[in-house]
C-alpha cells in the first residue's frame, strides 16, 4: 500500500541537541517533496513546531489534531494547512493514527512514548496493521530498543510483534519506504 499520509509522533519540546531539529527539518522537507500529508498533534512548538514548519514551507500539507485542553499549553499551530480540536487526548490520538497510512516517531517525552507503544499495541492486537517509523536521532531510542529486545528474549513478545516496526538512523531512509 502506498504511504499518501503519516502519522507523526515527537516532542512539544526540542531537546538539548540541535541534531533532533536538524532531523525534523530534513523530515519535514522529505515529505513535502514526497507530497506525503503529515497528521500530527496539532503543537507549534518544539520538533512538532518544526516538522510542521519545514513542511508548510515547502509546499506540504498538514493536518494537526489538538485537544481543547492543549490549545494554550501546545500553541495550537495556527498557520498549517488544517487543525481541528478535539476533545480529549485519546480522541486525538485515535485521529491522528486513523487518518494515517504509517507513522513516524521521532524523538520526545512520555507523551510521544505513549504514542509510540499505543500505535505498536493497536498493530499487534490487528486493530491496524500500519508501517511504524522510529528515527534514532543521536542513539536516542538504543536504551527503548534493547528494551523490547529485552521483552522478546524474555518471553514477553511475539516474534511478530515488533515487525512492522522500522528502525531509520537518518531522515533519508525514510525515503526507501515512500
Partial sequence: MAIESI????????????????????????????????????????????????????????????????????????????????????ERKLKIYSKADAALVLPGGVGTLDELFEVLTWNQLTIHDKEIFLLNTNQFYDPLLQQLHTMKTEGFLAATSLEKLHILQKPEELAFFL
Avoid at 519535514?28 to 496539532?42: C, E, F, N, P, T
Avoid at 494537526?64 to 494547512?81: D, F, M, Y
Wanted: hydrophobic share 40%.
Fill in 7 to 90: 502519522a507523526v509522533f515527537c516532542g512539544s519540546k526540542k531537546g538539548n541537541s540541535s541534531c533532533y531539529s536538524d532531523h525534523a527539518k530534513e523530515v519535514g522537507q522529505l515529505l513535502a517533496q514526497r507530497k506525503i500529508k503529515m497528521i500530527y498533534g496539532g503543537g507549534s512548538v518544539g520538533l512538532m513546531g518544526v516538522i510542521a514548519e519545514a513542511i508548510m514551507s515547502n509546499g506540504g500539507w498538514v493536518t494537526g489534531i489538538i485537544p481543547k485542553l492543549l490549545i494554550a499549553w501546545e500553541v495550537g499551530h495556527r498557520s498549517i494547512s488544517e487543525l481541528i480540536i478535539c476533545d480529549d487526548m485519546h
